[in-house]
């Protein structure tokens, strides 16, 4: 294997981070790692609480979030908007607060509170033999069904942005990184992922950011447009994979998190980046629409607009 294969993001610990100025986040980690080890009623009902509170006092994230709603919703009353805004800042505080977890809990733990629905559509692929390329919406459970499946000896793959600060790049990536995989970022580029595909490596791809104009197609999301990347379709030319959409979500009722697993995408065209930023577009529709508090609607997704106007976020 090359070189260039093996050339990856791994964050490790150094003894620097041991400089008092970093106590404070030692302490986040210790506490976060202890909640991992609460009843897990108990750790939801603050978190729960905790979360609501946030998300009434932080405002600009609020902002986002109701500027996204309002816009892809526009059929919902003011208060079932408010509704899931505070659903999502709870759901977004019980996962962080669980986090812990996906580091210090055992495989067999992990198995019992992580589970997988449509789990079929995957193994089917798999016991076929051919590549795959996970995409997953940007919810707040989104680490945990990968790390089960990397818990189960799935190798994996994906692209991020690593954190500036040294110590939070390692913090964050304790549970990600306790299974083999390879983390890539912008310095490695696209190739590097879907060489890890082409070498039996499960690709988490994160499609539902907006990267600008140049690089998009408008095309309908919910109801408005949406500036959607076309890069499945080529990615699937490039490595002969499969396409399975996966939306994360965490159930407090039954203190379970589930990877909501769909049939493979059709209808993706690498020589028509319009048809393939619709289908993309259509299939992030069908998994958001029945738990939208489990999205991260705190994300600028509508930034720009297909009539260049201004992004929607000022404030009046």
């Known amino acids: 294997m090359s070189s260039a294969f093996d050339d990856h993001h791994r964050p490790h610990f150094q003894w620097r981070f041991l400089h008092p100025k970093n106590w404070g986040l030692w302490a986040a980690l210790l506490l976060g790692l202890f909640m991992a080890f609460w ?31 309002n816009l892809c919703f526009p059929q919902w009353s ?7 805004l505070d659903e999502m800042f709870e759901r977004a505080s019980q996962v962080m607060f669980a986090t812990g977890i996906l580091a210090v809990r055992s495989p067999r733990y992990l198995q019992k509170v992580i589970k997988l629905r449509g ?8 016991d076929a033999g051919e590549p795959v390329i996970l995409m997953v919406p940007h919810s707040w459970a989104i680490e945990f069904p990968g790390v089960l499946l990397a818990s189960r000896g799935h190798r994996w793959t994906t692209m991020m942005n690593p954190n500036k600060n040294p110590m939070l790049d390692w913090m964050m990536l304790l549970g990600r990184n306790r299974f083999q995989g390879k983390l890539f970022t912008r310095k490695h580029g696209i190739k590097a992922l879907l060489n890890a595909v082409r070498h039996e490596h499960i690709a988490y791809y994160l499609p539902d950011q907006d990267h600008g104009p140049s690089r998009s197609e408008f095309v309908p999301f919910f109801a408005t447009d949406k500036a959607t990347l076309p890069a499945l379709g080529r990615m699937v030319e490039a490595t002969g994979a499969k396409v399975i959409p996966m939306y994360a979500t965490y159930d407090p009722k039954q203190g379970v998190f589930e990877g909501h697993i769909r049939p493979a995408m059709t209808g993706l065209d690498p ?27 705190i994300l600028k997704l509508l930034r720009s607009r297909p009539d260049g106007a201004p992004e929607p976020y000022q404030k009046p």
């Open 78 to 84: 003011p208060e079932q908007t408010e509704q899931v």
């Open 39 to 69: 009843p897990r009623k108990l750790r939801d009902a603050l978190a729960g609480a905790l979360g609501r509170s946030v998300g009434r006092v932080a405002k600009g994230a609020r902002h986002r979030a109701r500027v996204n709603l």
């Open 119 to 126: 789990e079929e559509h995957l193994s089917a692929v798999l």
């Open 271 to 297: 020589n028509d980046p319009h048809q393939d930023a619709l289908a993309l577009s259509q299939e992030l529709e069908q998994m958001i629409a029945p738990h939208p508090e489990q999205y991260m609607w």
